[in-house]
Every structure is written in C-alpha cells, then in structure tokens.
C-alpha cells in the first residue's frame, strides 16, 4: 500500500449505485505496485448532481474517474472534449484532466477505454481478423462498445441479434454516418441459427446466464451445435466462470473468453491514461479481481 500523505491525489469511479464497484481494489492494487501515489475511490453521485459533482472534481484537482451507471452518457455534453470512439459508442467511462500546461484548453478529456479492453484479448489472439465475420448478442451499451471493437478488428459483417425489432432498428439508426457502423446489420434471435455457422466471433452482451440465474445461456445447446468449427466465443459475464454459455461453445470446440479480461483491460487502459505509464500490472490487477470473486 503506498502511504497517503498531503501528495497523494485522488482518483475515483462516479455511479449511482456504486458502492458495488470492483474499480477501487483492481486499481488501487495496481497503483500500489507501481508506486503511483494516488488512491482510488468510489464516489456516488446523483443524477442530477452529476454537473456540480464534476465542478467540484476540478476544484480539488481529481486527476480523473471512471464512470459507471447511470452516468456514462449524460456526462458528454458536461466534458471539453470526447474521443472519437467515445463519439461513436455514444458513452464515456474514463475521464481525466487536461492542464492548460498540455497548450489546450483545460478541461475534462472523455474517451470509452471498455472498446480497447474487449479487444486487449482478441488482439492477443494473433488472428488476422480483417474480413471475419461477428455475431452480437443483445443491443444495449455493453454491444455498442463491442460493436466499435469488431469494426476496429476489421470485421466485414457485423451482426447484432435482439429480441426488440423497433430498439434494434434505433440501434441500426445511431450508427448512420459513423464508420464504425458500415458492416453492421440487424437481425432478431429467430435469425440467430443461419448466421451459427458462419460466425467467426460470437459475443454474448445479454446478462442473460449472469449469476445467480447460472444455468440460463443466450444460445441453447442444439443452436450452439450449428456454431462454426474454430470460432470465438466472448462473453462479456464475468460471474459464473465460465458461464454456461461458454460451457457450450467449449463443448463445441470453441476458444472461449470471459469478461473478467475485458473488466481487467477497461482498467488497465484508463491507468495508462492516467498515468502516462505503460506498464500497468494487469496480471495483479485480473488476480485480486479473481480471488475477491472467489474465481481463483
Ligand atoms: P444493457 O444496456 O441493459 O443491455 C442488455 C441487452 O441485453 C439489451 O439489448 C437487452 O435487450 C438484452 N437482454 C436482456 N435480457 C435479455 C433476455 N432475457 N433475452 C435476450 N436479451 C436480453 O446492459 P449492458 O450495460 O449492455 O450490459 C450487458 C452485460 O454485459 C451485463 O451482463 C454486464 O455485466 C456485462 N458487461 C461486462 C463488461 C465487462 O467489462 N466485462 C462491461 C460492460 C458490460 P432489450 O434491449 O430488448 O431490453
């Protein structure tokens, strides 16, 4: 633990709730190992307090924050300016602070780091991706960020599968006009079985098979039967491990993934942002998660 002093500065998660968060120990563990004399909070705010919350994060010189539910899309218009892929995704969950030492104007700088920690483990996985073909389960924030990530990837179909025909076209619809959304398509789960067989990468984003409902999975044994022979299969839960889902397509053959690196990743991303630093300890970070989730 590195010991707090009148140097050390704060760093934090915003939510309302988030005294559930996980964000303080992952990265309050990092920090300690890289000697970084800040601490890590979790800091519930309001709705609508959110603006003189984030006044008030200037004035005592927060160095950034996360942010979670359900404050991931309000805060846009509150910040001086939000990266492209944040733009896109249409929510932030990493802030920090621009000094006008940088010669811009200060300010809060947003971007969405949850794009970069889905692909860390993809992006490992030494594929060649261009081309490769993407089932997206479920249509709610969790898939915008996938759905950035795949078109990163290089994916040339990207389809995304809901049960709500008018919010999957609204779905359709925000991504007009964003280059992200180019190969995306559309479809209802009845018309999940044809696309199986030619999925290179399926992504789960429902919380469908979250505990404590463990035995329900997105895709039944007899539809993951149809999945195609060395596909990935991704699912953005990270209680179970693994989820019954990823149960079935290992059953399959399948080279499953599971949303604790993604939930690693995200943080390990936003360190780097905050710190300048490069090597942010994501083994230690993905081991304390682990052992407080009782996963190890
Ligand atoms: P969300 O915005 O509420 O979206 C959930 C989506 O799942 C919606 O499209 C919803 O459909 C669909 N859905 C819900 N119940 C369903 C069911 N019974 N059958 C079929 N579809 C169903 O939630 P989110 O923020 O995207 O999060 C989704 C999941 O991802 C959660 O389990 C969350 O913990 C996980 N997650 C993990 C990470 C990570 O770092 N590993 C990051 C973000 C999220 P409708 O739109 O029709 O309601």
């Known amino acids: 633990m590195v010991e707090i002093t009148g140097k050390t500065r704060l760093l934090g998660v915003i939510g ?5 968060s996980f964000s303080p120990l992952m990265h309050n563990a990092a920090l300690a190992e890289m000697g970084v004399d800040c601490s890590y909070v979790a800091l519930p705010v309001k709705p609508d307090e959110l603006e003189v919350a984030i006044a008030g ?12 539910i359900p404050h991931k899309q309000s805060i846009l218009p509150l910040l001086t300016s939000v990266s492209e892929v944040a733009q896109a995704v249409g929510a932030v969950n ?17 971007t969405n780091t949850d794009v970069e920690g889905f692909l860390a483990p993809l992006q490992r996985m030494e594929r060649d991706w261009n081309g490769a073909i993407a089932v997206v389960l479920g249509n709610g924030g969790a898939a915008r960020a996938v759905v950035a990530g795949c078109a990163m990837l290089g994916c040339s179909e990207i389809h995304v599968v809901g049960r709500n025909a008018a919010k999957l076209e609204a779905f359709a619809a925000s991504w007009s006009g964003s280059q992200y959304g180019k190969n995306l398509q559309v479809r ?6 044809d696309l199986m067989p030619k999925a290179d990468l399926l992504v789960n984003t429902t919380p469908v098979g979250m505990a404590p409902k463990v035995e329900a999975s997105p895709v039944d044994a007899e539809v993951m039967a149809k999945l195609k022979a060395g596909a990935i299969v991704y699912d953005l839960i990270y209680v179970p491990n693994p989820t019954r889902f ?6 399959r053959g399948a080279v499953a993934i599971d949303g604790l690196e993604m939930l690693v990743q995200q943080g390990a991303a936003a360190l780097r942002i905050w710190t300048g630093r490069e090597d942010v300890p994501v083994e230690i970070m993905g081991c304390v998660l682990r052992s407080h989730l009782g996963l190890s």
């Open 94 to 110: 990493t802030v920090w602070w621009m000094s006008e030492e940088t010669g811009e104007p200060p300010g809060w700088r947003g």
């Open 188 to 193: 209802t789960w009845e018309g999940l079985s």
């Open 57 to 68: 994060f200037a004035a005592i010189e927060l160095v950034g924050f996360n942010i979670t």
């Open 16 to 20: 309302h709730p988030v005294r559930h």
């Open 246 to 251: 990823l149960a079935l397509a290992q059953e």
